[in-house]
């Protein structure tokens, strides 16, 4: 890692269903930061769900407005930021991150993410005849981008609370290290 990288906020990336927002809730309430969800900002600008979006403007309307978040994100501080699943994949939007936040990417086989997912609705590009297929097609083609998180931690023998420990004691690490 830059040794010059100021470490301002977390941001925790990884696939849909690894828990990236109920991690991220606690991490911010256990360090008294603000908790930020980029799904939940972009519904609330556009007054519509991420489904509508996708139904009605397209997949990559909603990556432009996904853009535009990451853009703003830049002036917070004390922010833990949960991600969309796609976001860190698209243009140079988790360089972007990096320059104020750890990244963080919350790991799980497509087996556990299929477990978590398969009674929700709400996710787009899930919405197929085979989950399971289209999950595994989606992660393999994302670890590429997934691998370039600062910290990586798999999810899958440990609950929410654990990985939430986890997270904050890398987080306390690379704030001591690069804030000096
Ligand atoms: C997406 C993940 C979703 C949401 C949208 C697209 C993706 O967020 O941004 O449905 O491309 O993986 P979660 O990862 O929070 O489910």
């Known amino acids: 890692m830059d040794n010059k990288r100021k470490i301002k906020?977390?941001?925790l990336i990884g696939f849909m269903g690894t828990g990236k927002s109920s991690?991220?809730?606690i991490i911010a309430e256990s360090l008294h930061y603000t908790f930020l969800d980029t799904d939940e900002l972009i519904e609330a600008r556009t007054g519509?769900?991420?489904a509508d979006i996708f139904a009605q403007q397209g997949e990559p309307q909603f990556r432009e407005l996904e853009r535009l978040v990451v853009e703003e994100l830049a002036s917070r501080t004390k922010t833990v930021i949960a991600t969309g699943g796609g976001l860190p994949v698209h243009g140079d939007n988790l360089e972007?991150?990096?320059s104020h936040s750890?990244?963080?990417?919350?790991?799980?086989?497509?087996?556990?993410?299929?477990?978590?997912v398969r009674y929700q609705s709400h996710r787009p590009l899930l919405n197929d005849p085979n989950p399971l297929?289209?999950?595994?097609q989606l992660l393999n083609a994302r670890k590429p981008f997934y691998r370039l998180a600062d910290v990586l931690v798999n999810t899958e023998r440990r609950s929410v609370r654990?990985?939430?420990?986890?997270?904050?004691?890398q987080f306390?690490?690379?704030?001591?290290?690069?804030n000096k």
């Open 9 to 11: 906020n977390l941001a």
């Open 172 to 178: 306390r690490l690379a704030q001591a290290e690069h």
């Open 23 to 25: 991690v991220g809730r």
């Open 102 to 116: 750890l990244t963080v990417c919350l790991w799980s086989s497509p087996e556990k993410i299929y477990e978590q």
């Open 96 to 98: 972007k991150l990096k």
């Open 48 to 50: 519509k769900t991420i």
């Open 162 to 169: 654990e990985v939430a420990q986890q997270v904050i004691h």
């Open 133 to 136: 297929a289209k999950i595994r």
